[in-house]
């Protein structure tokens, strides 16, 4: 049965979605069947992974507002083993309709029940906000991995998530747990980058993963052209990062990791 883990922060511009893409698609690459859910009408994780507005018909929207089926938005991507239930500027509308319906905290996780077995791992990447469809995504969810830039705000943002988790868990899935924090986006060079870093190991108590993601020019330049920076760089210093959180990943979740040194050349961050 497939585990289902809500990529979350309620802070924009942590990495949210590079790590869903990327994550998705390093355990796609390890031979691990994987599902990608976008539930943000940016639908940046939609077309990250090469799947374009035009080619679809039916999205998330379609299954959380109407009665279609899961199974009906899947969508395979060129990365093998990556799947994509993708999104739409539609989803914005959602919010308003999902207020009057039955059960409407638990439409996603009703809907998932129905495909979870085909995959190893469901990854939902959640609106950087509280709302109906983020809490659709955490109701649905085994866990939820919190990517936390290494900047002072973020700290304030993942206070705010916190506070969001536990609500939902006393009310409407009590068996909600943190995955990990992962730490994104961080530059060695700079010394309130490696200040934040270390204030967040001694303030957060939740699982932190060890896997830093630093800033690398090529996980900025692969959504560009619709590929997870594995695809599009599998040498390349982001590429690595996301393989190592990849073994990382399934250490935690009883698989058999393993761990892959930078090359000496890349031992700098790239901005």
């Known amino acids: 049965m497939g585990k289902i883990i809500a990529i979350a922060n309620q802070k924009g511009g942590v990495g949210k979605t590079t790590t869903a893409i990327n994550l998705a698609a390093a355990l796609a690459v ?12 940016q ?21 959380l507002v109407e009665d279609t089926a899961l199974e009906s938005a899947i969508v395979q991507t060129e990365t093998p083993n990556l799947d994509l239930i993708p999104s739409s500027i539609n989803l914005v509308g959602a919010e308003i309709l999902l207020v009057g319906m039955d059960r409407r905290e638990f439409r996603l996780r009703d809907k998932i029940q129905a495909i979870k077995d085909r995959y190893d791992f469901i990854f939902i990447d959640c609106l950087p906000s509280l709302g109906l469809i983020t809490v659709n995504a955490l109701v649905a969810a085994d866990t939820v ?15 705010k998530l916190k506070n969001t988790i536990n609500i939902v868990k006393s009310t409407l899935n ?3 747990l943190i995955e990990g924090v992962v730490m994104s986006m ?5 010394r309130m980058a490696n200040m934040v870093l270390e204030e967040i190991k001694e303030i957060i108590t939740d699982p932190i993963f060890d896997t830093i993601i ?3 020019s090529k996980i900025g330049e692969a959504p560009s052209l619709g590929q997870p920076v594995i695809i599009y760089d599998a040498a390349s210093k982001g590429s690595i990062n996301f393989l190592n959180l990849a073994y990382e990943f399934l250490n935690k ?3 058999d990791g393993q761990f892959i040194p930078a090359t000496s050349n890349e031992d700098a961050d790239d901005q």
């Open 253 to 255: 979740n009883g698989g």
């Open 174 to 176: 009590p068996a909600l």
């Open 145 to 159: 991995l919190i990517p936390v830039q290494c900047e002072f705000f973020s700290l304030e943002g993942f206070g």
């Open 214 to 216: 630093h800033r690398n």
């Open 43 to 63: 639908a940046n994780a939609t077309s990250g992974v090469g799947v374009p507005a035009d080619s679809f018909e039916i999205d998330i929207y379609d299954c």
């Open 186 to 190: 961080y530059d060695k060079r700079l």
């Open 30 to 41: 390890l031979d691990k069947k994987v599902l990608l859910i976008d539930s943000d009408p």
